[in-house]
Each structure stands twice: as structure tokens, then as C-alpha cells.
């Protein structure tokens, strides 16, 4: 009985195929037939992960020697757009600083400080869209082509509008905003330029605040840039802030930090501030820093001598004659609604024939005076520098000079 109850047991373990398989595998373990299937299974299995795991770790230390030859490349190519600068340079007291956003220092900020002659300090701080290689030899050409510019002679707006041209960006996706200033120590004016860019923080001048109205396209839209500049007196103890958006943009408590709030930081760092104090005030005011920060803060070692100005000078069209921001600029200027009126008749006319003109505003402690001219006016010192040998031709005169309480003679006009 027994015998035939374990007999069918007896078939069924002989029938079963992993005992089969099994017992043709010289597996060195003491298990049964049924399991050696299973066990070379799951060998292979670790053979294979192990494999791949392998492959995986040699590719990752690839990429990671990429990654790091790419930061060395970054870091170089950054480091040639955020020199060293002395702590003088050309009758100025210089503080720069550079700090990049939260991540990968490949941002597109830049500055450069440079004696184009002697007595002349240029200086360009900009900032271009986007972060990576891209936006650093981008940033690099900008810089490079504005300093060239400004070697050559040019002042700020002409160097600003020829890079404008030089520098377009068909898809528009690659364009810089960029602040360029030009301080002369032996008249100690500072004379600026923007091109989407916020303009400079003053500290300790009576000159009035720079407003923002009427600012030019950045470099590379392809949209005419360089209109206007503006000239000031630099006197004794005063500072001016060169600064990219990053500063204006970081968060705090959910809210930009703002123009007012930066110049506010800066003041309350005393009468030697320094960029590096500065960057580190905002960061630590801020929540967040999405973007790089630089800044450059320039102090005049002698104050200007003589009457303190404060100069206008823009160049404008038919389209911004007849829109309502120069009005706006110039009675910000302290030009009176009549003469305002007067002189934009004025360069409506000349814009008709040449296609723009030139109206430049000097405002003094006495009041404002408004000159209209061709294009071109005081281009002699533009194109051509000021010394003997390169001497230009006379600039043609305005057309129309209003000076408080009265108005001089027209000159010739213009066919």
C-alpha cells in the first residue's frame, strides 16, 4: 500500500524539468538539481549589473572631466571678463567685485576699466541674456568691441550706437545691456552712456538724480542705440556705482529689492564704500540671487574745479520728437513748457531733412539752456579726439540756443 501511495511522488519529482536541467549543470554547491537553474540565473543577473555597472562608472568620470575641464574654461573665460583693476587708475579710486548667481558661474555679466589716454578712464559694465558659454563669448565680444571704440577716441553714446550696428543679432535672442562712462580728471566730468542698462548711483554730488526716461535699446536688437549721454561734474568726495540688474533684482520677502533700497545699502557704507562690501550687503539683504551681480564704484581723487553742470545730450527722430518722452526728459532737465515747445519745432525740422537732430540741455545752478542742432554737432571730439594733430573741422553751429530769460539768434538753416 505504501509503496504504491509513494510511487506517483516518486514520478512527479522525476518529471519536474528544473530537476532535469539541473542535474546536467557541474554546479560545485551542495544543492538540489531544481535550484542550480535558478542560482546560474541569478549569476548572470549579477554578472551583467556589475558589467553595466561598470560601464556607468567610467562614462560618469568622463562626463565629470568634461564637467570640470568646462568650469576651467568657464571659470578662465569669466575671469578675462571680470579683470583685476587696480585700486587707481587714472585720477579715480576703483572698487570692482563680481559675484555669480546661485549655480554655475557662467553667467554673463562684465566689466572693464581702462586709461584710454592720459587723464581718460573708461569705464563699461554690461550684462548679457542668458548664462553658459554662449552668453561669456558674447559678453566677451561686446566688451572687446566697446573697448575699441573707446581707444579709437569715440565718446560713450558714438561707441554704444556703432557696437549697436556692429553687434546684431538677427534672431534677437543674444543682445547686452551695457553702462559706458568716460571720466575726464582734467575737467573732472564723468559723461555716460546706456544702452538698456540702468544708469549709475551718485552719492555725494549736487548733480540731479540720472533719470532713466528716454534710455536707448540694448546691443544687438538691431534698434538704433547710442542717442544720448549725459555729462556731470564729479566733485570732491563723490561716488558713482556702476552696477548690473542683478543687484536691483535679487528678492527679498518676495519683492524686488529695488533702486532706492541699493542706494540706501550703498550710502550706509560710508564715504569709502567698496564693491565686495556692497555685493555682500545686497546678498545678505536678499532672499534669493537669481542672477550674477557686479558692480564697480569709482570715486574722483581731485573734485571738478569751477561750476558744477549736469549735461543732456540726445539725438532723436521724427517718431521721438512726437512722442511724449523727450518732453518729459526735458522738463525733468528744468526746461520751461515754452521752450520746450519752441525746441522741438525746431528739431522736427532739422530731423525732416537730415533724419535726426540734436538737442543738448545744460543745467546749472542759474537754470537749464537748450541747444538744437544738426547731427553731427560736437562730433569733432568724438571722431577725432582733441589734440593738435588730430584737429577737426569746426562743428556746425545750433540752430537754436535758449538761455534762461532769453534766446540767442538762430543760425543758418538748413536746407
Not at 350 to 359: H, M, N, P, R, Y
Request: glycine letters at 10%.
Amino acid at each position: 500500500m505504501r509503496r504504491s501511495i509513494s510511487h506517483p511522488h516518486l514520478t512527479r519529482h522525476a518529471s519536474n524539468p528544473l530537476d532535469a536541467i539541473g542535474g546536467h549543470i557541474p554546479l560545485p554547491l551542495p544543492v538540489p538539481d531544481w535550484s542550480k537553474p535558478i542560482i546560474l540565473v541569478l549569476l548572470l543577473l549579477v554578472v551583467v549589473l556589475a558589467a553595466r555597472s561598470r560601464v556607468v562608472a567610467y562614462r560618469t568620470r568622463g562626463l565629470e572631466r568634461q564637467r570640470a575641464a568646462l568650469l576651467r574654461d568657464v571659470v578662465v573665460m569669466q575671469s578675462a571678463l571680470v579683470p583685476k583693476v587696480p585700486a587707481q587708475i587714472g585720477g579715480l579710486t576703483v572698487s570692482v567685485a563680481y559675484r555669480p548667481a546661485e549655480g554655475p558661474a557662467a553667467g554673463g555679466d562684465f566689466y572693464d576699466l581702462f586709461v584710454t589716454k592720459p587723464g581718460r578712464v573708461a569705464v563699461i559694465l554690461g550684462d548679457v541674456a542668458g548664462h553658459g558659454p554662449e552668453a561669456l563669448s558674447q559678453a566677451a565680444l561686446t566688451r572687446y568691441t566697446l573697448r575699441a571704440y573707446l581707444q579709437a577716441g569715440l565718446q560713450p553714446r558714438a561707441a554704444i550706437a556703432l557696437a549697436g550696428q556692429a553687434l546684431v543679432d538677427p534672431s534677437g535672442a543674444h543682445f547686452a545691456t551695457v553702462i559706458v562712462g568716460l571720466y575726464d580728471s582734467s575737467s573732472g566730468k564723468l559723461t555716460c552712456a546706456s544702452a538698456g542698462h540702468p544708469p549709475p548711483i551718485l552719492l555725494g554730488t549736487p548733480a540731479h538724480e540720472l533719470s532713466s526716461v528716454c534710455s536707448c535699446p540694448p546691443i544687438g536688437w538691431g534698434i538704433p542705440t547710442g542717442r544720448r549721454q549725459t555729462t556731470i561734474s564729479l566733485g570732491q568726495g563723490a561716488r558713482v556705482c556702476f552696477f548690473s540688474d542683478g543687484l536691483i533684482e535679487a528678492r527679498s520677502a518676495g519683492t524686488l529689492l529695488g533702486r532706492e533700497r541699493l542706494a540706501e545699502i550703498l550710502e550706509n557704507l560710508g564715504p569709502h564704500p567698496t564693491a565686495t562690501a556692497l555685493l555682500e550687503r545686497v546678498r545678505a539683504a536678499a532672499d534669493v540671487t537669481r542672477d550674477d551681480m557686479a558692480a564697480c564704484i569709482v570715486s574722483p581723487l581731485a573734485g571738478a574745479s569751477g561750476m558744477l553742470i549736469h549735461e543732456e545730450e540726445i539725438e532723436v527722430d521724427a517718431r521721438s520728437i512726437g512722442g511724449p518722452h523727450l518732453p518729459r526728459l526735458l522738463a525733468v532737465c528744468g526746461v520751461c513748457a515754452a521752450d520746450i515747445a519752441r525746441s522741438l519745432a525746431i528739431a522736427d525740422g532739422i530731423a525732416a531733412s537730415l533724419g535726426t537732430a540734436v538737442l543738448r540741455v545744460t543745467i546749472t545752478p542759474s537754470g537749464a539752456m537748450i541747444a538744437v542742432a544738426p547731427p553731427g554737432f560736437g562730433a569733432a571730439e568724438q571722431a577725432f579726439g582733441d589734440s593738435p594733430e588730430q584737429a577737426a573741422p569746426p562743428a556746425s553751429p545750433p540752430l537754436l540756443r535758449v538761455v534762461p530769460g532769453r534766446e540767442e539768434p538762430e543760425g543758418p538753416e538748413i536746407s
